[in-house]
């Protein structure tokens, strides 16, 4: 069973930027493709970026493409996401999820979740 944890949330003015990190523990990250989702208050959890096992292969939500980066590090067992342009409506709890496989973007093909991270961008 992998571990998560999500650091580097907070409070951030629109147009700032944040770098989201996740650790992984007990078994390596680099057996799991890793996703990043969040949930805002009142809605559903929502898919942002997702990475595949070997960093090879990113995907996007259109609402962060060309601005959001995923990226992973299997040798730190870390993955990350850099989040940049920030506007109000990115605001939210982060979630990052590991999974062995299945369709990127949706919730239930994660078999590991972390406690999330809020991220605020307001001023």
């Known amino acids: 069973q992998v571990q998560l944890v999500e650091s580097g949330g907070g409070l951030v003015q629109p147009g700032g930027s944040l770098r989201l990190s996740c650790a992984a523990s007990?078994?390596?990250?680099?057996?799991?493709?890793v996703g990043w989702f969040r949930q805002a208050p009142g809605k559903e959890r929502e898919f942002v970026a997702a990475?595949?096992?070997?960093?090879?292969?990113?995907y996007y939500a259109d609402s962060v493409k060309g601005r959001f980066t995923i990226s992973r590090d299997n040798a730190k067992n870390m993955a990350y996401l850099q989040m940049g342009s920030l506007k109000p409506e990115d605001t939210a709890v982060y979630y990052c999820?590991?999974?062995?496989?299945?369709?990127?973007?949706?919730?239930?093909?994660?078999?590991?979740w972390g406690q999330g991270t809020q991220v605020t961008v307001s001023s």
């Open positions: 999820a590991a999974s062995r496989g299945g369709t990127y973007y949706i919730v239930s093909s994660y078999d590991y």
């Open positions: 007990r078994r390596p990250l680099s057996s799991y493709a």
């Open positions: 990475i595949s096992w070997s960093g090879g292969s990113t």
